[in-house]
């Protein structure tokens, strides 16, 4: 990693700590191993991008008129780019992250946030796509329980397992916060 590698951090909005909307979840270090990665990018002046949901359904807890909508206290520091987005990918916002990410040299991308197979996971792919190297730093990321299409429910836990095999030497290289902070 060096200083053409940006962090981009999707979603870590604190809409996301409603349990009663979205359900239970995965991965209870999340938000600090996130945390960590975001000190550590600043602390070495690397670039930052931060990117924020902007629902359009006034009921969600993502929707730019509830509370929920601000971005979780430890996304601290001013960020190089601060992305609004309506979609998955984080690279259909504003302003462009693809265009940004080009006229500042970089090339290299770790991916953080939430959740970890919708907005984080499309990004990976999208960005994939687009040539970056991409870094998903799994264990900054997490989800929730998804009802199947059968009427089960399948654990936020394997669905990281399965974004994580579906990401990882496909569109990007799945990895964990100590080794990118080791680094």
């Known amino acids: 990693m060096d200083d053409h590698t940006a962090l981009i951090v999707v979603d870590a909005q604190q809409g996301f700590d409603q349990v009663e909307w979205w359900g239970p979840r995965n991965n209870e270090d999340c938000d600090q191993n996130i945390a960590a990665l975001v000190n550590e990018w600043h602390r070495l002046s690397r670039p930052v991008v931060f990117v924020q949901h902007n629902s359009s359904s006034p009921l969600s807890p993502l929707h730019p008129s509830n509370p929920g909508y601000a971005l979780k206290s430890y996304m601290s520091g001013t960020p190089d780019l601060l992305v609004q987005k309506t979609v998955n990918s984080s690279f259909h916002g504003t302003p462009d992250l693809h265009s940004w990410l ?59 397992r399965v974004t994580a095999i579906n990401l990882h030497d496909e569109f990007a290289t799945v990895v964990h916060s100590r080794e990118l902070l080791n680094r």
């Not at 290299?108 to 970890?116: K, N, Y």
């Not at 040539?131 to 998804?146: C, E, L, Q, S, W």
Request: negative net charge.
């Open 102 to 160: 080009r006229k500042n040299a970089i090339s290299i991308i770790v991916i953080c946030g939430i959740t970890t197979n919708h907005c984080c996971e499309t990004t990976a792919r999208v960005g994939g796509n687009l040539g970056y190297t991409v870094y998903f730093a799994i264990d900054a990321t997490h989800t929730f329980d998804r009802a199947d299409l059968e009427g089960g429910m399948i654990s936020a836990e394997e669905l990281s």
